[in-house]
Nanobody, 126 residues
């Protein structure tokens, strides 16, 4: 019954910025660790970032560290991915995901997540 809906994707010039949003419904958002993943056609799903239930702990994969920032607003049941200094290689579909936090705080393996959104396309032109 948990539903995740991503939004905020689009077309930007290299060096530009986008903010992705993921709105959750049908669950207890404040109990979930959240993650962002991305997947290009014909390629495996790639971890991007994760955030603990409280928002106090985050981790970003090396390829986006310093450019992307994950955050959450539990009062709005929403997780965000702020993307700055975008590059053409960031062109991909981005997905958000949720997993009940058992105390670990955050999760980096996509197989650990139970719920997934439908994805939002990001395209970065050179």
């Amino acid at each position: 019954q948990v539903q995740l809906i991503e939004s905020g994707g689009g077309l930007v010039q290299a060096g530009g910025s986008l903010r992705l949003s993921c709105a959750a419904s049908g669950g207890t958002f404040s109990s979930y660790a959240m993650g962002w993943f991305r997947q290009a056609p014909g390629k495996e799903r790639e971890f991007v970032a994760t955030i603990s239930w409280s928002g106090r702990s985050t981790y970003h994969t090396h390829s986006v560290e310093g450019r992307f920032t994950i955050s959450r607003d539990n009062s709005r049941n929403t997780v965000y991915l702020q993307m700055n200094s975008l590059r053409p290689e960031d062109t991909v579909v981005y997905y958000c995901a949720a997993v009940n936090d058992d105390g670990t705080g955050y999760y980096m393996d996509g197989e650990e997540y139970d719920y997934w959104g439908q994805g939002t396309q990001v395209t970065v032109s050179s």
